[in-house]
């Protein structure tokens, strides 16, 4: 008896010396898996930073082979709990955000993906995922607008209060049924049938499992209507292929830093949009100006408004030139290939929280939520 107790008592103590180890595990062991994007992924110089961060043998392999980079970057570009520019970035990519000498990627891309991706990894990298769905309780009114405002990656404050207070009043202004959620569960074909529209709203980083991706696609590509403003399309890298290069049709390449809010002027490229109803033939603007590594224009999008690039500077870090030439900010485009194809607008002016105060692009703004939820036939 005495044996017995002696080892239950060793065992007792080894386990409080383990202290946080054990209980993470045990926490990470009943865990359910949520079936987010990568989760089973290798790890590799394509994963997002943050998933390199949360595990101690991937971030010591990524000290190794890139000395500095884990106290180079800013503290926001290094956290492990969302909001976190970590979720934007790979491992890769933060190397050229610092200027660093490329390591050989073949050899590092091996060396991380020697590391085994345990059940405690997955939990850890599907933690900033949600999978119960919310409940709405939707005001009267039409149209049926859900407000998303889950963001896993860079969240800049000011630029997300002013445009959700800018949405909220249109809603009351115009009568629709607008809700809010922070919850990527609500996209799930159920809830998504009781709205004509979804706004993103400043959306960065990775925000849907993958079975709430189907359902968002499902639901655009058979008639859903989308507006996205600003950050919605400006992540450094992206993790779904479709939702930036089919959705959106632009993958964004950076801002002017020197400085990096200019005045520009803006002008109008399609009267005839829906969304351009009103609107003057040009106006200027004070924002922060993206510039996208291709052109939305060549990839299908009716272009509503370009950017005059005479009228700034469009130069980024280290005297990169952010020209296009053809500067699309704002456009529209049809969704899938049916008979019911979605409608989607994306606004890439926003950054200032001034700019949702500004008459003109209030009302591009509420158009634009009209048109995406009108369920009419959208016309390239």
Not at 261 to 272: E, G, H, M, V
Request: hydrophobic share 45%; aromatic share 8%.
């Amino acid at each position: 008896m005495k044996h017995i107790l002696k080892t239950l008592l060793g065992a007792a103590c080894l386990l409080a010396a383990a202290g946080p180890a054990v209980a993470h595990a045990a926490s990470a062991a009943a865990a359910p898996l949520v079936d987010c994007p990568l989760r089973d992924a290798p790890y590799s110089t394509a994963s997002p930073l943050i998933d390199i961060l949360l595990n101690p043998r991937a971030k010591a392999v990524a000290d190794k082979a890139l000395p500095g980079v884990g106290t180079r970057l800013p503290a926001q570009f290094m956290g492990t709990t969302p909001p976190s520019f970590a979720a934007i970035l790979s491992l890769k990519e933060a190397a050229g955000f610092l200027r660093m000498q490329q390591p050989d990627l073949a050899a590092l891309d091996r060396e991380l993906a020697a590391i085994p991706v345990t059940r405690a990894d997955k939990v850890a990298r599907c933690a900033r995922y949600d999978v119960v769905p919310p409940r709405f309780t939707l005001p009267q009114g039409r149209p049926r607008v859900l407000l998303f405002e889950k963001i896993n990656g860079f969240r800049d404050g000011p630029s997300v209060d002013a445009a959700h207070a800018a949405f909220v009043a249109m809603a009351k202004r115009k009568g629709w049924a607008l809700v809010t959620t922070d919850k990527g569960s609500a996209f799930t074909p159920a809830i998504l049938r009781r709205f004509d529209a979804v706004i993103w709203n400043n959306i960065s980083g990775d925000v849907l499992t993958l079975s709430q991706r189907r359902a968002f696609q499902a639901w655009m590509e058979n008639g859903g209507g989308f507006v996205g403003v600003h950050g919605t399309a400006g992540d450094p890298v992206y993790f779904w292929d479709w939702y930036v290069d089919e959705l959106l049709g632009a993958r964004f390449l950076a801002h002017p830093m020197n400085p990096q809010f200019q005045t520009a002027r803006i002008k109008l490229d399609d009267a005839a949009h829906p969304v351009s109803r009103g609107l003057p033939a040009e106006w200027e603007a004070n924002d922060e100006w993206y510039s996208f590594k291709n052109n939305p224009r060549a990839t299908g999008s009716r272009i509503i408004a370009t950017l005059d690039e005479s009228t700034y500077k469009p130069e980024g870090m280290a005297g990169m030139s952010l020209r296009m030439g053809d500067h699309p900010i704002a456009w529209s485009r049809c969704i899938g290939s049916g008979a019911h194809k979605g409608r989607m607008f994306y606004s890439a002016i926003g950054h200032r929280p001034e700019r949702y105060g500004d008459a003109v692009y209030v009302q591009m703004l509420e158009q634009a939520v009209a048109w995406a939820a009108s369920g009419e036939a959208c016309r390239p």
